[in-house]
């Protein structure tokens, strides 16, 4: 059994190695036009483009190690299958289900080194590649405002915005903490626009379609809720340039979990912090579910061909990160429990993955 491991090990080895380096180039081509976009509307210059890239490495690897993982156990069982050496082995004596214990240990040490990566060096990566564009962006109000974070570098306002398309916004939040304990005032709105003050560090945000606390005359301490169509705000960008902001990709597990109690304790919605804290800690599973899923696969469809196991690996990977991409876009609006619906993918995943390795295994 232990030559068998040590085969089926070194079989998987160097698909499992081009499978990363082509993914995460494909990748890193996809992820161009956003750079090309930077440099256009937002001043950043060449070389930071290409340090980007750089840092955008390790981000990727959160997507590519898993579906490398994926085309590996395909393109190696694929082709073990299509030469008929898994007939081989289980005339020998040997069941499927025992070929299941070096990957289960396979998918688990995956699993732990992209727990690291979500935990450590893909939030640094993220930060500061956003750092860099930022920085070299600053003369642009463009940069400074970005979809996804808590931004609290505008004095007495903390901004989340869902969506930014150029100078236009979209699912608008604005938080501004009141002292003594008081009741944080909530500005809310559907769609908005920016233009920067001429000849001030400063920005005019319009706002449209929303509603606002209002402090009630008769009783300070409380709000009652304002309707407008527009609305208009002056934030100060003096602080903001001097400050980038972690938004939840960049930051650590202990910092979501800091920011989570914090932003909780002032009376925000943490819930963009909590769907992000459990899309790490799930994902960190993806390697192990994408092992034991390409077993049974490569096992059924007996193909040998690279590129069509490669393009299988991605067509099966990518529903995956799409219902977790939606679940995402749903907790992070608190439509639903993100503790809950973050874990969706997975679930569906392990009861797939158990169906068809019992079925193969008993067959």
Not at 49 to 59: E, Q, R, S, T
Not at 193 to 213: A, C, H, R, Y
Request: hydrophobic share 50%; with cysteine.
């Amino acid at each position: 059994m232990r030559i068998l491991r040590n085969y089926i090990l070194k079989e998987s080895v160097i698909p499992f190695a081009m499978g990363l380096g082509v993914l995460t180039f494909v990748f890193l081509l996809g992820y161009l036009p956003q750079l090309a976009n930077k440099v256009i509307n937002k001043g950043v210059s060449l070389s930071a483009v290409g340090m980007a890239l750089l840092y955008n490495v390790p981000v990727l690897l959160g997507y590519t190690l898993p579906i490398a993982a994926l085309s590996a156990v395909i393109l190696t069982f694929g082709r073990m299958s299509s030469d008929n050496e898994i007939v081989a082995i289980r005339a020998s004596g040997i069941s499927l289900a025992r070929l299941l214990a070096p990957l289960v240990v396979t998918g688990a040490i995956l699993s732990s080194l992209l727990w690291v990566l979500n935990d450590r060096m893909i939030p640094w990566a993220s930060h500061a590649q956003r750092e860099l564009l930022v920085n070299t962006g600053a003369k642009n109000p463009a940069a400074l405002l970005e979809a996804g974070t808590f931004i609290d570098s505008f004095s007495g306002n903390v901004l989340f915005i869902y969506r930014i398309d150029r100078n236009r916004l979209y699912n608008i939040r604005i938080y501004q903490p009141q002292p003594d304990g008081k009741p944080t005032r909530t500005i809310i709105a559907q769609e908005g626009e920016f233009t920067p003050v001429p000849g001030q560090k400063k920005i005019l945000v319009k706002l449209i379609n929303g509603t606002s606390d209002e402090p009630d005359f008769k009783n300070p301490n409380n709000f009652y809720k304002l309707n407008f169509k527009t609305s208009f705000m002056t934030l100060d960008m003096t602080q903001a340039i001097t400050k980038v902001e972690k938004k939840p990709k960049g930051m650590t597990l202990r910092e979501l979990s800091e920011n989570i109690r914090k932003v909780g304790q002032q009376g925000m919605d943490p819930a963009p912090l909590i769907a992000e804290f459990h899309r790490k800690t799930s994902w960190a599973l993806a390697p192990l579910i994408f092992i034991l899923l390409g077993f049974p696969i490569a096992v059924i469809t007996h193909r040998r061909q690279k590129s069509a196991n490669l393009l299988l690996a991605v067509l099966f990977a990518a529903p995956y990160y799409l219902l977790s991409i939606g679940c995402q876009a749903l907790a992070t609006q608190g439509l639903v429990r993100p503790d809950l619906i973050m874990w969706a993918p997975n679930i569906v995943g392990g009861i797939i993955v158990i169906l068809l390795n019992w079925k193969l295994c008993v067959s």
